[in-house]
């Protein structure tokens, strides 16, 4: 938790001297506005809090006045004359609903006006931050998911939720991230100015690259990071993978518009915001998970490090030494992919795997497509130190089914996941017999 005492103004913070609005909405994670507002204060903002009926009955106005020393609105009827709804909108530099509950979210989707915060937010033109807080049902239902896709298409960047305690004893994605993290997203979009731009607009200087949104609607179901196979209570036979590539694809995959869902091994990275995560451990978990997912799915992209094999019978308790050197029995994992290649019909959805060589490291590629029934294979050589597992950067070729292939140069993996995605969009728009590939093997790129 970060420290509320009295701190200096950094003035190099771009929140230095901007008025940030803070929509206050219905859950029990309210009580964390008060820590924001504080948080955003101490980054040298002004903020101003808006409080729903809904809010109000977790948190109290007075509370919010006390920190920042003005009145908290709550009502469009307070001052008709002074316009509140329009004005607050106009006078912030960007808005962030913390928590945003399903309802918040579905009446900003659906353009509704019925309450002081509404109206502001369909007044606001600043960038505009949304935290999502509620049980995982409501997170999951498809009503929250189109309404979420829909304001993130609309420009909204959306923080969280965490995957954590909920309300009354539940757990599980839905709650409503840190105020620090949500401050950095407010930084965030404040530096960027993008999120309100429409999607054809190019950023204004300094925001970074516009953002392609070619993969809008496109639903894009990821596995990442190792499987660990038990061999005993305390110990599993896994690998180096940290799930970064894969992560580094949800997050580029979500900015180019598909709605995102990450299949996770064991990893300490953060969900990108607006991706449906599920965690597994095993090879099995991860194969159930992925069949049940895969009916949604128009693309499929399988970064993760599967573990070949499981132990058979995983002891019930902790092997102990003077028990001798145990042996251990190993039973082949199904081989999600090459399933997946085996069971599809026509070319959907379109598979994208990945291969870890050492050796030969092209053809043996190559080869995987094949046995796979891939569309993409993106081979990389781990017998370095600069790429692959555990490290930042990667070097990787991306082989196709028509015999194309595009190298990508050390880089790190975000840009890695970017060319990745440019071979996906590139096969999608070909058709089903993809891209195809000139004599002097130069694929046609229908963009
Ligand atoms: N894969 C999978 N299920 C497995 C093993 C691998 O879905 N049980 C997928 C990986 O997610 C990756 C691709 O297959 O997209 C290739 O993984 P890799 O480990 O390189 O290939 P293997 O089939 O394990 O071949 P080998 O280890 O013999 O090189």
């Not at 937010?121 to 999951?140: F, G, Q, S």
Request: hydrophobic share 45%.
């Amino acid at each position: 938790m970060a420290d509320l005492g009295a701190a200096p103004v950094p003035a190099d913070d771009p929140l230095a001297g901007r008025r940030v609005l803070v929509g206050v909405t219905g859950g029990i994670a309210a009580y964390k506005a008060a820590i924001l507002v504080r948080l955003l204060q101490h980054a040298g903002a002004q903020a101003d809090v808006i409080l729903t009926r809904g809010g109000a009955r977790f948190v109290g106005a007075a509370t919010f006045e006390g920190l920042t020393g003005r009145a908290v609105r709550q009502e469009v009827w307070e001052d008709i004359a002074g316009e509140s709804h329009v004005a607050l909108g106009r006078r912030a530099d960007t808005v962030v609903v913390y928590p945003a509950t399903a309802h918040t979210l579905a009446k900003l989707a659906g353009g509704l006006a019925d309450d002081l915060l509404s109206t502001t937010l369909l007044a606001a033109t600043c960038p505009l931050v949304l935290a999502p807080a509620m049980h995982t049902e409501m997170w999951e239902h498809p009503a929250t998911q189109h309404n979420v896709a829909l304001l993130r298409e609309r420009g909204a960047s959306i923080v969280g939720p965490d995957d954590g305690p909920l309300m009354a004893g539940d757990a599980g994605p839905g709650r409503l991230v840190e105020p620090e993290v949500a401050l950095d997203a407010v930084r965030a979009a404040l530096v960027s100015g993008s999120p309100r731009l429409p999607d054809d607009v190019p950023a204004p200087v300094g925001a970074g690259p516009a953002r392609r949104r070619d993969l809008l609607g496109t639903r894009v179901l990821i596995t990442a990071g190792g499987t660990r196979e038990p061999i005993d209570p305390v110990r599993y036979l896994g690998n180096r993978s940290s799930g970064r590539m894969g992560f580094a694809l949800a997050a580029a995959a979500r900015d180019r518009g598909a709605e995102v869902t990450l299949i996770a091994g064991p990893s300490e990275l953060t969900t990108p915001d607006g991706v449906l995560r599920y965690d597994v451990t095993t090879a099995l978990e991860m194969h159930t998970a992925v069949l049940e997912h895969l009916a949604a799915a128009d693309v499929v992209i399988k970064a993760a490090a599967v573990a070949d094999f499981r132990p058979v019978a995983p002891a019930s308790s902790k092997l102990k030494k003077d028990q001798g050197v145990p042996t251990i029995e190993l039973t082949p994992n199904p081989d999600i992919l090459a399933e997946l290649g085996a069971a599809r019909s026509g070319s959907d959805p379109l598979l994208v795997g990945f291969a870890a060589e050492t050796d030969e490291v092209e053809a043996g590629g190559r080869a995987k497509l094949q046995r796979k029934g891939a569309d993409l294979l993106v081979v990389n050589d781990v017998s370095g130190d600069d790429a692959g597992f555990e490290v930042d950067t990667n070097r990787v070729v991306i082989l196709d089914r028509a015999g194309g292939r595009v190298e990508v140069p050390l880089a790190d993996k975000r840009t890695v996941a970017e060319r990745v995605l440019d071979r996906v969009v590139a096969w999608r728009a070909a058709g089903p017999t993809g891209p195809v590939a000139d004599a002097a093997g130069t694929l046609t790129e229908p963009r």
